[in-house]
């Protein structure tokens, strides 16, 4: 942010004090305790989503195996079918 050379060159005591009140209503300078309440807040948000993140992946895991559980046994039926079907003369369905 570029200071305006009217409150450099003029103002003097008066141009830092209105420099530093216009920090303050443009929020760039805050105090010490707001910026840790934020801070805090940034923090208890990062825990929050590294929860959910977590039980996110508990979830992809399980959902997972279970792919794998019914690709397994799709398998196997389609294997059974298959002679199924050439026991019974049906080379079409076979295949």
Known sequence: MEIPPALLGTGGPVGVLLFGVVLIL???????????????????????????????????????EQTQKLLAQSDLTVQLLQSLAREAGRNDLAS
């Open 26 to 64: 443009t929020g760039r300078l805050v105090s010490r305790s707001v910026y840790e309440d934020r801070i805090k807040d940034k923090d208890a948000q990062i825990v929050s989503l590294q929860a959910a993140l977590t039980a996110r992946d508990e979830q992809v895991k399980v959902r997972d």
